[in-house]
């Protein structure tokens, strides 16, 4: 039995995306999660999910973030990204940080069936009228190079960076997870060194070129 997860803040659209899968695969499971915690706890919960549909913004997730926790935390899981925000750019840094493919927020039920298909077939999927531009991309180096300094950082170490992008001290950071402010400390020393940054400013930098508003600076 096929296992599919929903993560998309608009109720409408979930309905949608369900829909389009229920129809497309035989015997599937569907899930949904309004925001990126409860797509993490979901997760967690249901190692056996074979496919996220991930909505790149939406409560605790903006921009590529929510993408590139996912496939830091879950790296055995596919996720198909679902955005309005559908230029030709954006496509392929999703590409790069590891989406398997990409569907637009205007793709048909027929192209969103399509791209399920696909992507459970262990193939990828972009929308017709993007994928010649996307193809012509190269690959960025730098978005190559950050995803595979994040996917280095455990489940843990991923939601204590989350925080000090937020501006949060150690003290903090121990509060919102109940553990040790000694153990906070241990996160952020590996942190650093796994990403190649030397403070919390640095490692703020690196998160925030996850943003799309970045993409024109590619």
């Given at each position: 039995?096929?296992?599919?997860?929903?993560a998309?803040?608009?109720?409408?659209f979930?309905?949608?995306?369900?829909?389009?899968?229920?129809e497309?695969?035989?015997?599937?499971?569907v899930?949904e999660?309004?925001?990126?915690?409860?797509?993490l706890?979901?997760?967690?919960?249901?190692?056996?999910i074979d496919?996220?549909?991930?909505?790149?913004h939406?409560?605790?997730?903006q921009?590529?973030?929510?993408?590139a926790t996912?496939?830091?935390?879950h790296?055995?899981?596919?996720?198909?990204?679902?955005?309005a925000?559908?230029?030709?750019r954006?496509v392929?840094r999703?590409?790069?940080?590891g989406a398997?493919?990409f569907?637009?927020?205007?793709?048909?039920?027929?192209?969103i069936?399509?791209?399920?298909?696909?992507?459970?077939?262990?193939?990828?999927w972009?929308p017709?009228?993007l994928?010649?531009?996307?193809?012509?991309m190269?690959?960025?180096?730098v978005?190559i190079?950050?995803?595979?300094?994040?996917a280095?950082l455990?489940?843990?170490?991923?939601?204590?960076?989350?925080?000090?992008?937020?501006?949060?001290?150690n003290?903090?950071?121990a509060?919102r997870?109940?553990?040790?402010?000694?153990?906070?400390?241990?996160?952020?020393?590996?942190?650093?060194?796994k990403?190649?940054?030397?403070?919390?400013?640095?490692?703020?930098?690196m998160?925030?070129?996850?943003?799309?508003?970045?993409?024109t600076?590619?």
């Open positions: 039995m096929t296992r599919l997860l929903i998309d803040d608009h109720p409408l979930r309905a949608a995306l369900r829909q389009a899968a229920q497309s695969v035989a015997d599937c499971t899930m999660a309004a925001d990126l915690a409860g797509a706890q979901t997760l967690a919960a249901d190692p056996d496919l996220v549909l991930l909505d790149l939406m409560p605790g997730s921009g590529l973030s929510g993408l996912l496939r830091g935390q790296p055995g899981v596919a996720v198909l990204v679902v955005s925000h559908d230029e030709p954006t392929r999703a590409l790069d940080h398997a493919g569907i637009p927020k205007s793709a048909s039920p027929v192209e069936a399509d791209a399920i298909r696909n992507v459970l077939d262990c193939g990828s972009l017709p009228a994928a010649q531009a996307v193809a012509s190269p690959a960025d180096p978005d190079d950050l995803a595979t300094r994040l280095r455990t489940e843990q170490q991923y939601r204590v960076l989350a925080l000090l992008g937020e501006g949060l001290l003290k903090q950071i509060d997870l109940a553990i040790q402010e000694r153990t906070v400390k241990a996160h952020v020393t590996a942190i650093f060194e990403l190649g940054v030397r403070n919390r400013t640095q490692a703020g930098v998160l925030r070129s996850l943003d799309l508003s970045e993409s600076r590619l």
